[in-house]
């Protein structure tokens, strides 16, 4: 189970890295607030401007999972500011229903 977090700036390369993949089942949320460990705030206010895209995907096939996190790495490596990285969190899947 993975939790992708990103700025919403890049919903249109996450769509198409996710197409590559293989990738059409998640569950996606928007215009969520919050702040990463040292990055800046995406509140959607004048002072702490935008906001985080949030997509839960539960993946069965490990293969697909490695090959996301090699396309999110190689997006991250052609975003200049630290912050704007799309991240990555895995957990434990017990069971899909």
Known sequence: MTFLVYRDILDDRVDSLLQKAGVDFYTEWE????KGHETTPHLGT??????????MIAFENEEQLELVINLIKQLNSEIKNKDDYARL???????IL
């Open 46 to 55: 004048r002072t702490f401007p935008g906001f985080n895209c949030v997509r």
């Open 31 to 34: 215009n969520v607030k919050g």
């Open 89 to 95: 969190f895995q957990l434990p899947l017990e069971r």
